[in-house]
């Protein structure tokens, strides 16, 4: 049995984001679907785990925007549905989103945003909480996992209640973070789906689903927040910890609480100090809001990215001035808390040592100093490409394709674990100067092909990822196409969503519950665009090599080459080395070479290392993957392959 | 820490964005970092070692003329137009299935022929053309295939870079067929010694050709567009005397290009280079087309002997009967020597044009006596 | 081995490289903590971060609340490292005179010191430092022991046994072997125990 499905009261160590999904279980969740996204997966995964035992539907969607709607349809059937995604996915969902909170919801529907303050696998630092306020539609935020399964079922609750959708927020800290959580029961029944939309338009559990009558739809929808409203304020995940009337009031959410906490026992400040914590975030329950704030005059709002609950509080407490007095406010907006990046124990205590001033425990200047000396040996461990990644072979080609061709080409960046050829330019050989959202690589490219008539004429290449490619490449390949624009597309096909942990994607002949689904090919669907395709294996440098300097010189149209070679850490290769790789010693001319230590200089691999001893490359057969790609790269050909 | 610029970036800055690299090779296969890309040559990755031969083998690179002559030459030989001159006539092979095959009169086949029987060099680094009309030099060690490669191909070779991914190999002596920008390369490579580099002791015999500049395959390529050629069709080209044009053949038909057109596709390193001989070669073998009579000597080469070693493989060639030579007249060497330095000339009036200084002559010393000469 | 109950939160870190199984090590001594009945929060990283870069779980032991899923820096009672230049990155930063430090010995060089741009600090330099900034330290090579065993991947369990034996934790081989049955087939059990013992004999 799996841990998932523990028995009621059992208590058990739960990821964030299993709690999350254990939680859904417990609200009867019939429909999940989400698109993998960093730290948001586990919740389908876990789900898709389950699926037959529980008789859900789970689906791994082409991209967030899709998974939202397809969760709606179960919601608008009658059932209970979620759709799970990382922060920036409420963005592709947010077209849909916004009619979907102005039509409604029928059955209980949850959209699970899991943000990365810090952006520690983001390229964003992006904040959804907006959407909450922006698309009035309720928000919901988690302290820690057994609220994270709590507040998940009471969400469902809450969305069927007033008929409309629920956003719950969660970050790294809490998706990612594992902690002790006690079960609930899980529903013995199952819903039956029926989409009922003969009753008159403003019926909003037996007329049509659609946005309009827009205005009156529109108050409707502000009234159900009212409704919400009035809920929060007697929630049991909005409570108080401290002193009656504490010094100073931290009015905070999500894993930030266990942060102020931790910081308040930290520096011993728990008489001064009190904490309220919102699990109910948007709209904000003023009476609550107001209880509290009466209490004090100093107010510190402790949250990640941007300021919302502090701007949030601040309006209401500016309606209240007249009850409750003129405040002082710490939190972004002075700079008490820094405007970015995640927070943690140390920079709550720092704030509170600043507004309350008062002294933190140090360590003895000696071992500081100790401490400051042994830092300064350490050198720093740069993200790169795995051993045997084929990315890693697939920008080498690239960039010597661009070096011989010789018109300065540059490519154009996406979403993937090859955005590290962006983030750290070394690691793609300086060849990917542009990296934003999912599917941009090519809009952009698409743009600059386009600019030659302006002066800017140099060879546009872009990347994707093959679970990219169907996710947002291609509305922008197909525009590529449609306006003649000269592009380079490669795909890098590693046979799954390789970052996020080799969820399927429609290239797969494979769903998220393991049933045998049809597989759409790249290749085809490109060819159907009328591009030039060709497909070629990375680790084979030379055919790689001519096929990408043949489309650099070919102008005026879009050409499409397909690296396929699965991911190092995939399943079917994680372990399991192609060849053995090893330095011939007597070959390697180590620093009398005029290869000036191309191996481990440029090539940039984690397995092949250079002995400063012996003055000799030396693959390290712990990390080495064996893909063989750096015997093609040594002048000396001192690298073999046993 | 690192104040010395790399070889490779000042090779990148004196040479290649001077547009001064005339694709000879010598910077390409000593290493994996330059490359030659169909006939240009490319920086792949940064290298940051200082005292590369990268740039000490460049003949775009300051050169001290003076000591290579006194190595590799005879001073009271020397002639400020070409260089040494320990003989001048007018040669051809004589073999006239031979001669069917070459370009002119099959004199540079046949010295390297004899030179392979004699044990002279055991094989020839030669340009061979691919089907885009891009040059590389291969490697011949079988004296029947030498004649395959017979052929004036107008774009350049990167055939130095041929002698370095040989050198050390089993080619053993090597004889090397180079245009003036590769023999003086060769001749840096002899003269340098850096670390004592015994294997450039395999480097036997350079025979030189007469070069007045090399095509850029990327424009020539779009010439050949416009006159609907493509470039695997042709089979061979030459510029007829006193035509004013540059024939192309292919199976088919001869194509007349005017040579205004063909100037435009000159490769713009070959504007700056002050060398029409070879003249830093054992040998230097052109057409016999300069004075006289146009007609009568198509089929004729002429040959400019420079060495002692240049003597005696042409010594050879004769004495065995493969070559046949006539003393030139002293108004063709005169004609030689005038279109010689017309070309120094001009070279020098470009560089000066494009560094905008009569002090800054780009890869030239402006107190070099040649140089000083033709500088007007 | 009866062990007395711990009163007081613990703090561990465990930190290593990306794909040195960081998070399956974290997630198993966590899980037998939760089953002896104690409240253990794990904050980690993954995604992006695992690629090459330096990995860290931070575990909170306590016997009765959650705690923040990232220790303040200074307060870690025990780090535990896959690698000996994160066990130091961890101890500059979490450490304080207590603290107690088991790291593997196996270097895995950072690309900027395979590409010749830094330097990796000598065996000597590493010793001295954990001299200095801890109050115990143990070195031991658990990816020979992991590699004689025939994977090298089983050096974080090597790690495991070796940290029972250092009676920090509330652990023992009873509880790894019931929390491994739960998710390992027989088979894979089995090597896993060979690697927890192997462990275990490193610590003297």
Redesign the interface.
Known sequence: MTKLLSPAKSKVLFLGNEAIARGALEAGVAVATGYPGTPSSEVIESLAHVASERNLYVEWSVNEKVALEVAAAASFAGLRSMAVMKQNGVNVASDFLLHLTASGTRGGLVLVSCEDPGALSSVNEGESRYFARMLEMPLLEPSDFQEAKDLTKWAFELSEQIGNVVMLRSVTRMSHASGNVICGKLPVKSRKAHFEYNGSVMDSSRGPMISTPVVAKHLLHQQKLKVVEALFEKSPFNRYVGAAKPELLIITSSACFLYAEEAIELLGLQKRVGILKLGTTWPLPPKLLEKHLRQTTKILIVEEVMPFLEENVKVLAAGLVNRIGAKTFFGKYDETLPSVGELNPDIVAAALCYILKVKSKTLPANYLSDSRKAAALIPAREQTFCAGCPHRASFWNIHNAIALDGHKGFVCGDIGCYSMAALSPATGYHTMPTLHSMGSGTGLASGFAKLAQFGLDKPILTVCGDSTFYHAVIPALINAQHNRADITFIVLDNAGTAMTGFQPHPGLAISAMKEVVPALDIAAICSAIGAKVAVSDPFDLETTGKILTSFLADKGSLKVLILRQACALSPEKKGKKIFEVKVNESLCLGDACGCNRLCTRIFRCPALTWDRTKNKAVVDEVICAGCGVCVSICPQKAIIKL | MKNKPSSQTKLKKDVLEQSLCTGCGACVG????Q?V?RD?T????????TD??CYAFCPRTPTDYRKIWEILFEIDEMTPEIGAVKGYYLSRAADPALRAKAQHGGTVTALLEVAMDEGLIDSAIVSSRNEEIEQEGRLVEAKSQLGDYAKSKFTVSPTVAAFNRVMGDTAGKVGVVATPCQALALAKMKTARINDDLKINQLNLVIGLFCGWTLSVESFHRLLQQYQISPEAVTGMDIPAGKNVLELYTNASVTSVPMVEVDACVRTACRYCIDSTAEFADLSVGAARFGGDCDEMRGWNQIIVRSEFGKQVMELAVARGALEIWEAPASALQDLKNVAAEKKRKALKNIVEKSRSVKNLLYLNSDDPVVKKYLK | MKRTRQKETKNLILTGVGGQGNVMASRTLAGMLVDAGYIVTIGETFGMSQRGGSVMSHLRISPDSVKSPQIPRGRADVIVALEPLEALRVLTVYGNPQVCVLSNARPVYPIGVITGELSYPSEDNIQVAFQQLSKAFWIIDATSAALALGNPVLSNIVMIGALAKTGFLPIDRRMFEKEIKKTLAADKCAVNLKAYDAGGEMIK
């Open positions: 000593l290493c994996p970092y490359v890309y240009r490319v920086q792949l990755h940064n290298c940051d070692l590369g031969k």
